[in-house]
């Protein structure tokens, strides 16, 4: 039975304080002492520029989930953090007014995309990102005390933490089944309460100790080092200014029934050395063989060729959305190709200016 959670019983008030908790390294998959069982997450980046104050943050909660690991790289100290139940209803929140931001998940480096943080993100009202951030994903398996590991037959997380521990739990634990949770701290905090229906949760450092917890198992992964990207959400308005080393997020549907739609689409941004860091389908809910492709552009769309991009997928393509321009968490330059700069996009367009003018000449580029 899929596990349900009370986003407002968390350990903590609605208003805390920003920081993070420390970090251990223990051994993958090592039973757990109860001198080691305070391991917690960090930023694998440098945290982005806090934000002014004060502000209501809504993120995936309860308190004690990765998502309040990456909220904290950017809350200031009077932040208020409202814990959602799920993404789509984080993002909801600054929609409706409840809430001045959004954290949410968007990205695994195991499993991919998240499903649920696209798909609101695409459809309803307009939102933008504005930041992303990285949390390093450090696995618990966490009991209330007393359980043993024979005792262990049903363990409860989200579905993201369960496909990147799969392999451990089999190996560990055959036999094992997954109880869904809305989220690893959700889980935590249900075991805690004596009325989960698992026996078991795969959580971070955090929620073992907030939930008064025993860790039986610590750096719990079938892949050791996964990092989850994190983004901040907030209504459309001014963008971010652009640094240089800038991501561009935008879904975009495709014709239905036309040959070569796709390859029109990537054409828009290989012919203007526009690079992507991340493409992926999504259905687009209109029945089967209907899909978006949710889209990362290397670049800031103040840059010439990332707007020549965009005009070229808005003439071709039948729904095109942006979803906001921002600063790389990891701060790689964006490097524009030879003949793909601002200037030479200027250039050119001032050479067709003056043919319009009456001003014939070779049109010889400068290398």
Same mark, same amino acid.
């Given at each position: 039975?899929?596990?349900?959670?009370?986003?407002?019983?968390?350990?903590?008030?609605?208003?805390?304080?920003?920081?993070?908790?420390?970090?251990?390294?223990?051994?993958?998959? *090592?039973?757990?002492?109860? +001198? %080691?069982?305070? !391991?917690?997450?960090?930023?694998?980046?440098?945290? @982005? &520029? #806090? /934000?002014? $104050?004060?502000?209501?943050?809504?993120?995936?909660?309860?308190?004690?989930?990765?998502?309040?690991? *990456?909220?904290?790289?950017? +809350? %200031?100290?009077? !932040?208020?953090?409202?814990?959602?139940?799920?993404? @789509? &209803? #984080? /993002?909801? $929140?600054?929609?409706?007014?409840?809430?001045?931001?959004?954290?949410?998940?968007?990205?695994?480096?195991?499993?991919?995309?998240?499903?649920?943080?696209?798909?609101?993100?695409?459809?309803?009202?307009?939102?933008?990102?504005?930041?992303?951030?990285?949390?390093?994903?450090?696995?618990?398996?966490?009991?209330?005390?007393?359980?043993?590991?024979?005792?262990?037959?049903?363990?409860?997380?989200?579905?993201?933490?369960?496909?990147?521990?799969?392999?451990?739990?089999?190996?560990?634990?055959?036999?094992?089944?997954?109880?869904?949770?809305?989220?690893?701290?959700?889980?935590?905090?249900?075991?805690?309460?004596?009325?989960?229906?698992?026996?078991?949760?795969?959580?971070?450092?955090?929620?073992?100790?907030?939930?008064?917890?025993?860790?039986?198992?610590?750096?719990?992964?079938?892949?050791?080092?996964?990092?989850?990207?994190?983004?901040?959400?907030?209504?459309?308005?001014?963008?971010?200014?652009?640094?240089?080393?800038?991501?561009?997020?935008?879904?975009?549907?495709?014709?239905?029934?036309?040959?070569?739609?796709?390859?029109?689409?990537?054409?828009?941004?290989?012919?203007?050395?526009?690079?992507?860091?991340?493409?992926?389908?999504?259905?687009?809910?209109?029945?089967?063989?209907?899909?978006?492709?949710?889209?990362?552009?290397?670049?800031?769309?103040?840059?010439?060729?990332?707007?020549?991009?965009?005009?070229?997928?808005?003439?071709?393509?039948?729904?095109?959305?942006?979803?906001?321009?921002?600063?790389?968490?990891?701060?790689?330059?964006?490097?524009?190709?030879?003949?793909?700069?601002?200037?030479?996009?200027?250039?050119?367009?001032?050479?067709?200016?003056?043919?319009?003018?009456?001003?014939?000449?070779?049109?010889?580029?400068?290398?």
């Amino acid at each position: 039975m899929p596990a349900q959670t009370n986003a407002d019983a968390a350990p903590q008030a609605g208003r805390s304080q920003a920081g993070s908790p420390s970090d251990a390294a223990p051994q993958a998959g *090592a039973p757990c002492t109860a +001198a %080691s069982s305070q !391991a917690g997450v960090a930023s694998t980046a440098a945290s @982005p &520029q #806090a /934000l002014g $104050a004060p502000l209501r943050i809504a993120f995936l909660g309860p308190f004690g989930t990765f998502t309040e690991q *990456a909220v904290r790289q950017v +809350a %200031s100290p009077d !932040a208020e953090l409202l814990p959602m139940t799920s993404a @789509p &209803q #984080a /993002l909801a $929140a600054v929609r409706n007014g409840q809430a001045d931001r959004a954290v949410v998940p968007i990205e695994n480096s195991i499993e991919g995309g998240v499903n649920a943080t696209l798909d609101a993100l695409a459809h309803g009202q307009p939102l933008v990102i504005v930041g992303e951030m990285h949390v390093s994903v450090v696995f618990q398996l966490a009991v209330r005390p007393g359980t043993t590991p024979e005792q262990v037959r049903r363990i409860g997380t989200h579905p993201h933490a369960w496909a990147q521990c799969r392999g451990w739990v089999e190996s560990t634990f055959p036999g094992a089944v997954h109880v869904p949770a809305t989220s690893t701290a959700a889980a935590a905090q249900l075991l805690s309460q004596g009325e989960a229906g698992f026996d078991a949760a795969l959580c971070n450092a955090v929620s073992v100790s907030s939930y008064g917890l025993q860790a039986l198992y610590q750096d719990v992964a079938d892949n050791p080092g996964a990092v989850t990207r994190f983004v901040l959400v907030s209504r459309p308005g001014s963008l971010p200014a652009p640094t240089g080393a800038d991501k561009t997020t935008i879904q975009v549907a495709l014709p239905v029934n036309e040959s070569g739609a796709l390859l029109t689409m990537l054409e828009q941004f290989a012919v203007r050395g526009v690079d992507l860091s991340r493409i992926e389908s999504r259905p687009s809910g209109d029945g089967l063989g209907n899909y978006e492709f949710s889209i990362d552009i290397v670049g800031h769309v103040s840059e010439e060729r990332v707007q020549a991009a965009l005009v070229g997928l808005h003439r071709h393509s039948p729904w095109v959305r942006f979803m906001g321009s921002y600063p790389r968490i990891d701060g790689v330059a964006n490097v524009p190709a030879v003949g793909t700069s601002d200037e030479a996009f200027r250039s050119a367009r001032n050479w067709v200016e003056g043919l319009l003018a009456g001003r014939a000449d070779i049109g010889r580029r400068e290398i």
